[in-house]
């Protein structure tokens, strides 16, 4: 069983950056895809952004590119997620997931196992 454990969430004001990171238990995690997902109050879960197992290529939504960007360490047992130039609208909890292949790594019921979540909220 692989846990994942998100940390870096918090306030900030619009236009300011986080930078959240996920570190998993098991090194086996480095063959998996790993994402983030987002969910804010009332809606639901949404991508955000992965590092996929093949050749580690990277996919954003739409609503984030260019504004945030995932990268995974060295040993690929740990995910980043960078943010920057925040919006009110990124308010949500983050969700860190990790996904055995094959599979779509944008969608959250490819993935295998999920964090608790880290809160991000943006002032405006």
């Known amino acids: 069983q692989v846990q994942l454990v998100e940390s870096g969430g918090g306030l900030v004001q619009a236009g300011g950056s986080l930078k959240l990171s996920c570190v998993a238990s098991?090194?086996?995690?480095?063959?998996?895809?790993m994402g983030w997902f987002r969910q804010a109050p009332g809606k639901e879960r949404e991508f955000v952004a992965a590092?996929?197992?093949?050749?580690?290529?990277?996919v954003y939504s739409d609503a984030v590119k260019g504004r945030f960007t995932i990268s995974r360490g060295n040993l690929k047992i740990t995910l980043y997620l960078e943010m920057n130039n925040l919006k009110p609208e990124d308010t949500a909890v983050y969700y860190c997931?990790?996904?055995?292949?094959?599979?779509?790594?944008?969608?959250?019921?490819?993935?295998?196992?999920w964090g608790q979540g880290t809160q991000v909220t943006v002032s405006s």
């Open positions: 590092s996929s197992w093949i050749g580690g290529a990277i």
């Open positions: 997931a990790a996904a055995k292949p094959p599979g779509k790594i944008t969608i959250a019921t490819e993935y295998d196992y």
């Open positions: 098991a090194r086996t995690v480095s063959n998996y895809a």
